[in-house]
């Protein structure tokens, strides 16, 4: 059993809410219950027949209300002889009348076709097909497990706003038929994660290879209704699609966010809510940082005091707790829901006094010390000359393997200042071994470049300078690179000298300085190709409650997700802040917690700010938004 959990903190002080209730994160636990009893292909679609059939019903006879007949009957005209041949209705065809002539009497959409972040690969706008959602309107989805649940998840994110039913049914060609259609197709451009967005006012179609794909078209649909489709409660607005198309596909197959929840622990639901936010932006690693000098996090059988004694403390006086096998797979299993996959740290072999803590015999004088509350870094590791450690570390990396689906395990490897070169070298290179031998790839802070180089083998360079020899060296052997610059991407940087929490030893990171360098280019000697992606960790030294953790993410978040994504050629810092402030508004009404920097053009609306734990009843006040 775990450590208790710490208390949920409040995110938003209640004076900063926005004026309709805020919602989860879209796609939060909540709204997965929500997903799974609105799905199940043709099944989920008869069970909900009774529902969609008066929401249609009065859908049909509110249009009639509004429309007039002589508009009705000219558009009804255009729905003609080629659409029945392709096998619809006189019903669908009728409902594509009334949407038409809704369409044309309402507002245009109060969306651009290209307001997207991470900004599309290509954009092709139709001013007169915008698309009317409408309370009679189906998902159909191809026949498919992973496709279907995908379609739960959409339908889970548009329910709670919009207040329709939205039933899901499953058929072997999806098409919109007045509706949204997800189909999985056989292009083989889109690749592993690409989609095809195409918008009219008979409906929206979501193409993809794979359910990634449709996952990640899913969440730029998400952004193109209006703002108000993050409230969780039903809201009255017209839900007006722009019409067009967009193409789009990843720049980069590695798009990720670390969290550090060995400094200060952070229960399984905040993780689920990161791994929203990740997804709402289209990331797809999560990077979970989870051993310290601070805190061990996860529960291992075969050493078992690793979690209950190196898991009890953190950075201060704040609680720590750790994560069960089964809250591991938890979070696990939610990212990979979200076709997000997590990639577990246990860093050695410095940075580890909590394991040393539990079980001395791993240390140099086989003595244990103290547990360690502080920030210092670069004074603890396990001892490389005692046999007993390959033991240990075999074991612990062998565990976490057989919960971890993905094939990464990264090993950490940063400052450790004690340990001589060349006997840390040859540490690295066995653990490399021991992870090569679980049938995983290797993942390593760019402090192992000089040990010896295993197939398959990924460094993390978190460098500042963007000249690093070692490195360069270790990707002409074959390494290749996740970039995350501590003076670009490490969100534990403060935004300006006057923010709350955060550090400054890399520089001050504003939205402009995470989103202005090129991970193509930036280091020096490395070629383009040897390039993976980029990934913006979040240590926690000075971050304490989820509120805070939403609060550095963002808006400096989605600026690294854009550089992950988009092509370069749409790399433009004035249009992307026009873009990113629109997200204020969504962010205020999902209540989301985040930074109002000077350098975006933000809506009037309100602002979330973080809030520090209080040692008393009452909940502390928030830090002030710069």
Not at 520 to 526: S, T
Request: charged share 20%; with cysteine; hydrophobic share 45%.
């Amino acid at each position: 059993m775990s450590a208790p959990p710490r208390t949920a903190p409040e995110p938003l002080d209640p004076t900063h809410r926005a004026a309709t209730p805020p919602a989860e994160a879209a796609s939060t636990p909540e709204r997965e219950t929500a997903a799974r009893g609105g799905t199940g292909g043709g099944i989920a679609a008869r069970a909900n027949a009774g529902a969609e059939s008066v929401a249609r019903t009065n859908a049909s006879a509110e249009a009639q209300a509004a429309v007039p007949v002589d508009a009705a009957a000219e558009t009804a005209a255009g729905a003609d002889d080629a659409a029945q041949a392709a096998g619809r209705t006189a019903e669908e065809l009728a409902g594509a009348a009334e949407r038409k002539a809704a369409a044309l009497l309402g507002p245009p959409a109060a969306a651009r076709l290209g307001d997207v972040v991470p900004a599309p690969e290509r954009v092709e706008p139709d001013a007169a097909a915008d698309y009317l959602l409408s309370a009679d309107a189906v998902i159909r989805v191809s026949a498919d497990p992973a496709a279907v649940a995908v379609a739960g998840q959409l339908a889970a994110l548009l329910r709670p706003a919009t207040g329709y039913p939205l039933p899901v049914t499953d058929t072997i060609a999806p098409v919109p038929a007045g509706g949204i259609a997800l189909a999985l197709t056989n292009e083989v451009a889109l690749g592993a994660e690409g989609y095809r967005l195409d918008i009219s006012t008979d409906g929206v179609r979501i193409a993809a290879g794979t359910a990634a794909g449709l996952f990640h078209g899913v969440q730029t649909l998400r952004q193109l209704l209006p703002a108000a489709v993050e409230s969780a409660t039903p809201v009255t607005e017209r839900w007006v699609l722009p019409g067009g198309s967009i193409l789009d596909r990843p720049r980069y197959p590695h798009r990720g966010a670390m969290l550090d929840v060995a400094r200060h622990f952070f229960g399984v639901t905040d993780v689920l809510r990161v791994i929203d936010h990740l997804a709402r932006y289209k990331l797809n690693r999560l990077h979970l940082h989870l051993t310290d000098d601070q805190g061990w996090r996860i529960a291992i059988d075969s050493w078992p005091r690793l979690a209950t004694v190196g898991g009890a403390g953190a950075v201060g006086d704040a609680p720590g707790g750790y994560y069960t096998r089964a809250d591991y797979q938890r979070i696990v299993g939610y990212a990979a829901d979200r076709h997000i996959t997590v990639i577990p740290e246990i860093d050695l072999p410095g940075h580890t006094n909590a394991a040393l803590t539990a079980y001395g015999e791993l240390a140099p004088d086989r003595v244990a010390p103290p547990p360690y509350a502080g920030t210092e870094v670069g004074f603890s590791y396990v001892d490389p000359a005692n046999e007993r450690t390959y033991d240990f570390v075999a074991d612990v990396l062998g565990e976490i393997a057989a919960l971890t689906p993905g094939r990464w395990l990264h090993i950490g490897g940063d400052e450790a200042f004690k340990v001589p070169a060349e006997v840390y070298a040859g540490f690295v290179e066995r653990t490399q071994r021991i992870v090569a031998g679980l049938g995983r790839d290797v993942i390593g802070w760019h402090q192992i470049a000089p040990a010896a180089h295993c197939d398959g083998r990924i460094l993390q360079w978190w460098g500042t300078t963007g000249d690093d020899p070692a490195t360069a060296e270790a990707v002409r052997r074959g390494a290749r690179l996740i970039l995350s610059p501590g003076n670009h991407a490490y969100l534990d940087m403060k935004y300006a000298p006057d923010t709350p929490i955060g550090h400054d030893w890399a520089g001050l990171i504003d939205v402009r300085r995470a989103y202005d360098w090129n991970p193509a280019d930036h280091l020096a000697g490395v070629p383009a190709e040897a390039v993976l992606g980029v990934e913006a960790p979040l240590w926690t030294e000075s971050v304490t409650t989820l509120a805070e953790i939403e609060f550095m993410l963002f808006p400096r978040l989605p600026a690294i997700a854009e550089l992950g994504w988009s092509p370069r050629s749409t790399h433009d810092w004035a249009a992307f802040r026009e873009r990113l402030a629109l997200h204020g508004t969504r962010w205020a009404m999902a209540g989301i917690a985040y930074h109002r920097c000077p350098d975006l053009p933000w809506p009037a609306t309100a602002v979330p700010a973080p809030r520090r734990p209080s040692s008393s009843a009452e909940p502390a006040e928030p830090p002030p938004v710069t």
